[in-house]
């Protein structure tokens, strides 16, 4: 596609629920975000992938957050046992060397 | 991570200027971008600086100054739809850190 895509768009789930989000990079981007953004306030770095290097994944909140990503293609983002202080917009961006392009993002709320 | 630091809010007048100051961390910094993000949106680039100097795009000019750790975005002639936080953010390799670090992010409101 033209630019990254993210699914879905919008997530409700209930409190102790898994929740998978999806991110399509950009063809040909090596690297790829996630960043995690609460209601007003600023963008939280989760995790960095980049090319086959080992991800940075010193962003992630606790042990109920993990990320995959296959090769330099799409990415998943899981948290597992939702609480309701994970409900916000994550975003994710990727980048072919600098600027980094972001999709719209998936709104998660936790009830 | 890498401290990224910019002013939380600013409030500018309609047709006026407004500078947006950040400062960062030079160890391992390789270039500087600024973003906008409209509320509810996906943050959209706008400038990216890697040497030192203004540089103009428009009503949006961008500085950096590699040895102080600093950047600023100016805007010039102010519209209401410049309404929107601008984000501040850091290119990294190496030391311990890599890839891109945000700011929190500086909300601007345009009064008329």
């Known amino acids: 596609g033209a630019g990254v895509s993210q699914s879905p768009s919008n997530k409700v789930t209930e409190k102790g629920k898994d929740v998978e989000l999806r991110c399509d990079p950009i063809?040909?981007?090596?690297?790829l975000y996630w960043y995690r953004q609460r209601l007003g306030q600023g963008l939280e770095f989760l995790i960095y992938f980049q090319g086959n290097s080992a991800p940075d994944k010193s962003g992630l909140p606790s042990d109920r957050f993990s990320a995959e990503r296959t090769g330099e293609s799409v990415s998943t983002l899981t948290i597992q046992r939702t609480q309701q202080e994970d409900s916000a917009v994550y975003l994710c961006?990727?980048?072919?060397?600098?600027?980094?392009?972001f999709g719209q993002g998936t709104r998660l709320t936790v009830v | 991570g890498q401290n990224i630091d910019q002013p939380t809010e600013m409030t500018a007048t309609e047709g006026a200027i407004v500078q947006i100051n950040c400062t960062y961390q030079t160890s391992g910094f390789n270039g500087l971008f600024w973003y906008q993000q409209h509320a509810g949106e996906a943050p959209t680039f706008l400038s990216y600086?890697?040497?030192?100097g203004l540089e103009e795009k428009g009503r949006f000019s961008s500085f950096l100054s590699r040895s102080k750790g600093y950047s600023y975005l100016l805007l010039k002639e102010l519209q209401m739809k410049d309404s929107a936080s601008y984000l501040c953010a850091g290119g990294y390799s190496g030391g311990g850190a890599d890839g891109l670090t945000f700011g929190k992010g500086t909300h601007l409101i345009i009064q008329p």
């Open positions: 063809s040909g981007h090596t690297a």
């Open positions: 961006a990727s980048s072919p060397l600098a600027e980094a392009f």
């Open positions: 600086n890697v040497l030192d």
